[in-house]
């Protein structure tokens, strides 16, 4: 069952622009939500998670279980931001053994 | 910082051959790893959740008997495809997350691409 929705697999915008990256999730409990991010050869490495609450590189995403959503967004990106961003979920809340569901990902180009 | 290492990085085989992966933690112990398959522009997929000392939990639709996982020890986990055919060509990656520290985040392999002839 598709659990992370990203429904954008390709996104661009321009250098100083607003970014947001979608990802929507189903699942009735209280999952744990999670932006990983895939520079060019390089391995996946964790950009945010949820219960954080905090920016990292700019970026900021707030879980709304109304809408069930965990849209990533930053004010003004960056060249530097392009990236693969991947959308994760995990039910295991609470545990170092939490199992990952991805998103199929979102390619973010910036031009300059 | 808590590093990965996954080994090979790349490896081509005949149809039938069995191939084994390694998943390495470098500077950290890891009671559970966890198995993913990335197809061509495609996602990640959870493959199976590896535990120290104990059988692997594999996700719904993973074959056991094709990806058999060992976790022999607290830093490596090794996964093998065996007898491997055409389709299970495909970009299998390896995490961890540091034992007995609540919170801490999985740390990704580089990945290996499989490609069987």
């Known amino acids: 069952a598709q659990r992370v929705t990203q429904p954008e697999k390709l996104l661009s915008v321009f250098k100083g622009a607003p970014v947001e990256l979608k990802c929507n999730y189903s699942?009735?409990?209280?999952?744990?939500l999670f932006w990983y991010v895939q520079y060019s050869r390089q391995r996946l490495q964790l950009l945010l998670r949820?219960?954080s609450r905090e920016s990292i590189k700019g970026f900021t995403a707030d879980l709304n279980k109304g809408e069930t959503s965990f849209h990533l967004k930053k004010p003004f990106a960056q060249e530097e931001d392009s990236a693969m961003y991947y959308c994760?979920?995990?039910?295991?809340?609470?545990?170092?053994?939490?199992?990952?569901?991805f998103g199929r990902g979102t390619q973010l180009t910036v031009w300059p | 910082g808590a590093v990965v290492s996954q080994h090979p990085s790349w490896v081509i085989c005949k149809s039938g051959t069995s191939v084994k992966i390694e998943c390495r933690s470098l500077?950290?112990?890891?009671?559970?790893m966890f198995w993913y398959r990335q197809f061509p522009k495609q996602s990640l997929m959870l493959m199976a959740t590896?535990?120290?000392?104990?059988?692997?939990?594999?996700e719904q639709g993973v074959e056991k008997d094709k990806f058999l996982i060992n976790h022999a020890s607290l830093t490596l986990s090794t996964l093998t495809v065996t007898s491997a055919h055409p389709e299970d060509s495909s970009f299998y990656i390896c995490?961890?997350?540091?034992?007995?520290?609540?919170?801490?985040?999985?740390?990704f392999g580089d990945g290996t691409r499989l490609s069987i002839l």
């Open positions: 995490s961890a997350a540091p034992t007995g520290i609540l919170g801490q985040p999985q740390h």
């Open positions: 699942y009735s409990g209280s999952p744990e």
């Open positions: 949820h219960i």
């Open positions: 994760a979920l995990s039910f295991d809340r609470g545990s170092t053994l939490g199992r990952l569901y």
């Open positions: 500077d950290f112990q890891a009671t559970t």
């Open positions: 590896s535990n120290e000392g104990s059988k692997a939990t594999y």
